[in-house]
């Protein structure tokens, strides 16, 4: 047998390991890939029908797949819309049949092993308080030993540096930008590189390159967990992420209310359409703790973070307090868990790192455990 008819057959071993998940068969048998050529010199190129309904990821995990074949040296993949979002091959009601337009296919995210496990902190409107969970998730975790890093993503409201203290800009060496320490995370925001006041009135491209230098351009070191807090919504900074890096999980942060639950579910569906599993809820604000004589007091609507967390699949992380002196802490850079790591607000996001990190390694090792609904 040729060489090339055996790496055909690899190749075809390998695409059938894939399912679709709108036409519940493998891609193979749904008859989205056409016209593969696999030559002698390990060239792999293909035509891949991909309708609007369709996840991307489906073709950024037909690259990864053939690229792992043993004799794969390149894959080329042309990405058609075989029109109007009909299923492949298809026509358009009462027409001829489609001429299929070419997208772009989606860039495949890198692995970067010395970033260790990569955990994205998202929300799904601003004012829940994700930059405060996520600052004190990162120290939580250095406290514990890990060696942890934080990069901050918010373009628009770079709110770390202050949350942890740090505003001098960071030192270049040997043309990498060296990052900032404090409380035992290493930081890196694009507060610490452009004026305050500053706006930033950028374009999504512009967004792209600032995040791939913050991951590539940076000497991160090895880490353990490496947190990304991420802006509000659903928008260029998200994409640019996960199409930049591969994520071991994101984290959902909400308010108890219907309005910030109901936000928050559509950034959720965003990670799981870009094939990012979604590690679990955090509710913060979620009760009030007195200060003297610690009665605990619903102040919002009580139960959005749990709900919100049974629809997806995934376990309530944890419910964060407000706490009297919590936004005076955050102003002066000392997060909660190292000021008063035993107070209410402490104890909760401390509790709420450590479940984070269990789930993190639990994608080393094997499907996460899920919730029941």
Known sequence: MPAADTLRTRVDAALATLRHPRLGQTIAEAGVVHDLVVNDEGLVSFTFHLTREDPATLVRDARKAIQAVEGVRDVKITVRDPGGGAAPGGTRPGGPAAVPAAVPAPPTPQEMPGLGRVLAISSGKGGVGKSTV???????????????????????????????????????????????????????????????????????????????????????????????????????????????????????????????????????????????????????????????????????????????????????????????????????????????????????????????AELLQAVRSGPLPIAPR
């Open 134 to 356: 996520s600052a004190n998730l990162a120290a939580a975790l250095a406290r514990a030993g890990h060696r942890v890093g934080l990069m901050d993503a918010d373009i628009y409201g770079p709110n770390v540096p202050r949350m942890m203290g740090v505003e001098e800009k960071p030192p270049v060496t040997g043309g990498k930008i060296q990052p900032l320490e404090a409380h035992g995370v290493k930081l890196m925001s694009l507060g610490f590189i452009v004026e305050r006041e500053a706006p930033a009135i950028w374009r999504g491209p512009i967004i792209m390159k600032i995040i791939q230098q913050f991951l590539r351009d940076v000497a991160w070191g090895e880490l353990d967990y490496f947190l990304v807090d991420l802006p509000p919504g659903t928008g260029d900074a998200q994409l640019s992420l996960v199409q930049t890096v591969h994520l071991h999980g994101a984290i959902i942060v909400t308010t108890p209310q219907e309005m910030a639950t109901g936000d928050s579910l559509r950034g959720a569906k965003m990670f799981e359409r870009v094939g990012v599993r979604v590690l679990g809820v955090v509710e913060n604000m979620s009760y009030y703790v007195c200060p003297h004589c610690g009665e605990r007091t619903e102040l919002f609507l009580s139960g959005g973070g749990q709900k919100l967390a049974d629809e997806l699949g995934v376990p309530l992380l944890g419910q964060i307090p407000l706490q009297a002196g919590l936004p005076q802490l955050a102003d002066a850079g000392k997060p909660i868990v190292v000021a008063s790591p035993e107070s209410p607000a402490g104890a909760a996001l401390t509790e709420t790192a450590a479940r984070a």
